[in-house]
Structure formats: structure tokens, C-alpha cells
């Protein structure tokens, strides 16, 4: 990547929570963790335009599994690695304890 400046600095998400929001955040960590290239850099390297990369971290919508793809290829990630993300962030978050099968209070509707 050429030694461009980053541009201006990234809104905030606005719904980190959702699984657009989550996925823009995990792409943002990235990009930063290789040093914030622009996205003009980064869509030098890909098949993708500089205002789809920039799209798919702003977390608005959730991006294709292609752009999440290319947008690792440019920062030097594992494409394949970065599909596997793209599918569990769509997953809904498991509960950290399953629900009772009966609550205690309750007896079952059988007899015995």
C-alpha cells in the first residue's frame, strides 16, 4: 500500500449491536491494525470501489459476503477467514444459559 494519509475520521457507528454493526466494527479493527489505509489504497488492490469498502464499515447495511471478502484481501487478511465472520456475525447471539424445561413452579400436565 502506498504511504497516502488516512482521510477525515470514521462517524461512529450507529447501531454497533446489529449485525451490520458488529461486522463494521471487526472491519474497522482490521483496517486499523494494518495501519489505516485509505480506502483508495485498499480499492487499488481489490475489485471493489473505495466508497463500497468505506460502505461496508460504516455498518449502515450489511455488505456482501464478496465486498467482506475483498476488504481483507486489501488490508492482507484471509479472505476465507473473513467469510467465515461474515457468516456468524448473522447468527443471533446465543443465551448464556438455556431456558428451563419446565419452570420449577409448574408441575407437568401428566399425572405422576
Known amino acids: 500500500m502506498s504511504a497516502r494519509k488516512s482521510g477525515r475520521p470514521e462517524r461512529p457507528i450507529s447501531d454497533p449491536e446489529s449485525p451490520a454493526g458488529r461486522l463494521a466494527g471487526q472491519l474497522r479493527n482490521l483496517r486499523s491494525s ?7 489504497d485498499m480499492a ?3 475489485y471493489f470501489s473505495a466508497g463500497t469498502l468505506s460502505a ?3 455498518g449502515d447495511h450489511f455488505p456482501t459476503r464478496a465486498v467482506v ?3 481483507a484481501e486489501a488490508c492482507g487478511a484471509d479472505p476465507a477467514e473473513w467469510a ?5 456475525v ?8 438455556p431456558p428451563p424445561r ?3 413452579s409448574v ?5 405422576g
Open 56 to 58: 461496508a464499515a460504516r
Open 69 to 71: 471478502m475483498a476488504f
Open 90 to 97: 448473522q447468527r443471533p447471539p446465543r443465551p448464556a444459559t
Open 84 to 88: 467465515r465472520r461474515w457468516y456468524e
Open 44 to 46: 487499488d488492490r481489490v
Open 34 to 40: 494494518k495501519g489505516n489505509p485509505t480506502y483508495r
Open 102 to 104: 419446565w419452570p420449577p
Open 107 to 111: 408441575a407437568p400436565p401428566w399425572p
